[in-house]
DNA sequence: AAAATATGTCAATAAGGCTGACATATTTTT
DNA sequence: AAAAATATGTCAGCCTTATTGACATATTTT
């Protein structure tokens, strides 16, 4: 683990502590400040609709997973039904979600986006995107792999 | 833009909408997963104690930079000062965070973590160091610097 | 006919944000 | 010295997003 940087040694009581040096508290906060700003982008557009950042995620994966019945949505964003209902309905409401019956098991509803449920979920990457595209840009060829990797190991369940 | 992956087109209405090729869904997706596992560690840590990830962000800081003032860790945090002041008391009154009155100005509160502080903000910090060495070793070698500068440029205010 | 499933909904609770208003101590300005 | 500005603390109330538990309805499976 190399260029950890200058991680300082601190007193603590009377004692030395240097224990600092196996954490990676650099990484750790760019991940936190970037993360923070990333998600700042789409919850500008979101207040003025009077939505917030749990629409936004719902809106989202129906929009890329079309069809996705209410089940699969409890799982994928690990709420329970209770909390998405009020949040679904709204979007439902508003016209950017429609339900349609499941064809083969009418207890089901699968969702898709509108034509204006598209349009908002794009308003919404748009900025992400763009902010990607840009630091990608500038930390040089090859950033798209390598970033990729890492983050898609950074997830729980990555084949370890 | 090269390497974007298959973006399907899809029918919206009648027309053909392949706008999706300029959204790079790919990267906020493994953005949020992998940011969603990564605050999962330290969440498990702190239900016992029956703190938040408000209290986590807070202990963080104060640990990273001992002696902040409450305007310093407000500006940090980008919170008002009512919603620091329950989180901030409650680490206060549990032996955590202590206050110094400022030395050169009476008025300031220096923050400090205690011993007590050091040593959870380190259990915290620890899983999610670990998480990360794993991602960078198996994303390969000059990842570290790879990842470090895309993140940084992923922030606000990086230098454009 | 009974049981299981998918969804919806009501009620109560909690964390963690917010705003506005005001109090106190201290420093700076006039 | 008096007035204004600053740093912090605190009270009261509101919002969003999450939680749990309980129960209703329609539909499918057993």
Redesign the interface.
């Known amino acids: 683990?190399?260029?950890q940087s200058k991680e300082n040694t601190?007193y603590?009581?009377d004692t030395v502590?240097h224990?600092?040096d196996?954490?990676?508290?650099?990484?750790?906060?760019?991940?936190?400040?970037?993360?923070r700003?990333?998600t700042?982008d789409p919850d500008a557009i979101l207040e003025k609709g009077g939505f917030g950042r749990a629409h936004h995620r719902v809106l989202h994966f129906v929009d890329?997973e079309?069809g996705m019945t209410v089940a699969n949505l409890l799982d994928t964003l690990k709420i329970t039904k209770q909390s998405l209902a009020r949040v679904l309905k709204q979007l439902i409401d508003s016209g950017y979600i429609r339900q349609v019956t499941g064809p083969e098991d009418r207890r089901q509803r699968m969702l898709y986006t509108t034509?204006e449920g598209?349009a908002l979920a794009?308003a919404l990457?748009?900025p992400?995107?763009r902010?990607?595209?840009?630091?990608?840009a500038?930390?040089?060829p090859?950033?798209?792999?390598?970033?990729?990797?890492?983050?898609?190991?950074?997830?729980?369940g990555a084949g370890d």
Chains 1, 2 share one sequence.
Request: glycine content about 6%.
């Open positions: 683990m190399a260029g601190r603590v009581g502590a224990d600092d196996t954490i990676d508290f650099e990484i750790i906060e760019l991940l936190f400040f970037a993360y700003d990333f700042s890329r079309p034509e598209q794009r990457a748009e992400q995107s902010r990607i595209a840009h630091a990608l500038k930390t040089g090859g950033a798209r792999e390598t970033v990729k990797r890492f983050l898609a190991c950074m997830k729980n």
